[in-house]
Each structure stands twice: as structure tokens, then as C-alpha cells.
């Protein structure tokens, strides 16, 4: 093997199109390794904004994430990848908590990798050179969203989402960068044409302008990366979601007429966690040890387990979930964390039932964190205010 890469750049851009296919990716692009502008200045906008809240790795200097030669000095081409998740549609909420589709099945990063890894191997073999190459998914600060457009994946929807022409936006992109000239393709091109449903759909308004998202409004962001409190103006406006959300793709008309179910079973709902979370089960989860077991392989492990209490405390609030009061005591009463219990002294102020409002004054008198005291308080409040409501009198929240 030499170590000089040599070969023809259209005829490596036509080994690599046919092996990515092989191995099972949908979309293949190529675009070179130069910084990628537009995409910096866009983030370094959003960045200036406040809207990256508190995504340490999209806090990081705009040249580092933009630049893929900061990533690999040698770097000459950066494929980009796509490959369908869509696991189908949620079926009817039974009392669950909702789960974005890209998480139903194993977690995609460890199964794109292994996939990259071959398809480079395989390229190396093919061209008969050895390739220098970086191969990540969501997990290198690239902007991987900008690299896909330049490498032609598709266009910037109003969501942010990238979409494709043929197969829509639910779709996960990975990238490998490497020290080979490829035959680069056309940007991708398309429009959202006069529609803006998602922005009118979103449920918490975080859709600020086209393409603008607003980590802090978004529910993606404050179930899944958001590691202290979902503010409490928003819960109620989370609704089912227990992971993540997919709303702004859900009423996108390239999703309803273009996605069509991946190829990968890995990202099937039989080989994960599937469309909902059992929320009574995982509220009665106590400890790491179980949690990492219970979710073992899925993205669902991304939050921690108080952030997937949290978020299930969230959803059995929004859904008048009866079932799952007696957890939520056990959960206000016993859990480890103040987040959790902050969130199920909040879900049990939703229910306002003997039951909760026996717990919540049990538990005034024993917390000792302030700002789970405070929601406590505010959850007392609340449902006395509400029993108020409708009693003319005032006096039946009052014994
Ligand atoms: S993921 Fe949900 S909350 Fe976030 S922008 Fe889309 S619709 Fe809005
Ligand atoms: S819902 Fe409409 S506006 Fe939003 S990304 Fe899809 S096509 Fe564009």
C-alpha cells in the first residue's frame, strides 16, 4: 500500500458511492474540507444569542466546529452519510411517555460507527491506499448539519432540520473526514416553499425565526441534554414527551409524504426501547447501577437517570397518569436527587387528589433542599388555588 493517496478522484467518488450504499446508508455526499462559512456564521448568531444554553460542545470557539482541517490537519474531503431511522409512527398514548423516533431502537452512535469504520476499511482496500480518516456521528464538533448541505444531502428546513427531496428529514448524518481527494457534489438544494408549519406547531414557541432554534424553549434540548430543571412556565407545554420531540418533523409535509421506514433494524422499535417509556416503571428506578442497566445500548441513557425521572414526572403531570401518584410519592418521599423530587412534588400538584396533596404536606415538613421545599410550596399553592377556583367560598382548600 502506498502512503501518498493517489487515486483518481471520480473513480474513488464511484468506489465510495457504491460501498456506502452496500453498507446500507441511504444518502452519500462529498464536499471538501474547507471551512464551512456560512454554517460558522450561523452558529456563531445563534451562539451570541443565548440559544445554545448550556451545550458545552456547541459553546466551543465557532473556527473549531466549522473548521474540519481543525479536526484532521490533512483533511482533503468530508463525506457525509445519511441513513433513515424512521421507525414508523407513534401508536395511540396509552400512558406512556413519549420517546423521539431516533431513539426506539440501539444507539446509533455505536452502530454507525462500526459501519464507518468498515466502509473505511473497505475504501482502503478497494483503492488499494491507506486512508487517514476521522469517522463520527453527532459526537465531533462539526457542524455536521452544514457539511451534509455543502456534501448536497438536502436543504435547511425552517425546523433546522436538514431534508432531503427523496426521503425528508428523519434521518441521521455521519461524516467521515478524510486525507483523500473525492469528486465533490453539488450543494443541496430545495425549499419550504410558503409553508411554516412547524413553526406554528412547535409547542413551546422555539422555532424563532426560519432555521432559528432556541435550545432553551426547546423540548428536545430540555429533555434530553438539559441537566437541571425543565422551567415550570414550559412543563406543562412538554406534554407526553419523555424524550426528546418530533413535532417540528412530524407535521413537515416532506415527512408525511417521503419517510419511509429504515433499512437498519437496529433502529427498529423491537430492538429498543420502542415508541414509549413505562413511566410508572421508570420512576421506580433508585439507583445508576439499575438505570444503566435497564437502558443499556439505547440513547435513552443520554439524560441520566434524574433527567429521565424528571422528564417522566413531566409527562405523568401532563398526563393525569392516576397510576402513577403512588410512585410519585415513593419518588418525593425516597429518591437521591432534588431534581426528581422538585419535579414530583410539581406532577403530584397536577393531580391535587387527596393522595398527592397528603404527600406534598408530608413532605413540607421533611425536605430540606430549598428549592425542592419552594416547589412544594408552589404545588400546594397551586392546587389549593385550583379547588379554590371552583369553590365560590374559598373555603374548601382551606381545612
Ligand atoms: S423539537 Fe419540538 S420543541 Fe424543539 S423546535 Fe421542534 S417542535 Fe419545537
Ligand atoms: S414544516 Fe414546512 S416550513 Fe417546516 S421544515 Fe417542513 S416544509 Fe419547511
Redesign the pocket.
Known sequence: MSSIPTPNPEEARRILEERARAAGFDLVGVTDAEPLEEGGERLREWQDAGMAADMGYMHRPVELLSNPKKLQKSARSVVSLGVSYYPGEHPENEGGGRVARYAWGRDYHEVIKKRLFRLREELEEELGVRIKARGFTDAVPLLERSAAQHAGLGFFGR??CLINNDIGSYFFIADLILDLELETDDPGTGTCGRCTR?MD????G??KAPGV?DAR?????LTIENRGEIPRHLRPLVGDWAF??????EVCPYNKTKATKSHWPEFSAESGYGPYLDIVETLGIRDEEEFKQHFAGTPLTRPGRAGILRNCCVAAGNLKLTVAVPVLVTALREDSSPLVRSHAAWALGEFGNPEAMTALREAANREQDARCREEIDLALQGAVNEEGATDPDGTRGLE
Do not use: E, F, H, K
Open positions: 425546523n433546522s412547524c406547531r412547535c409547542p413551546t422555539a422555532i432554534v424553549l426547546c423540548i428536545s434540548y426528546g420531540c418530533d413535532v417540528c418533523q
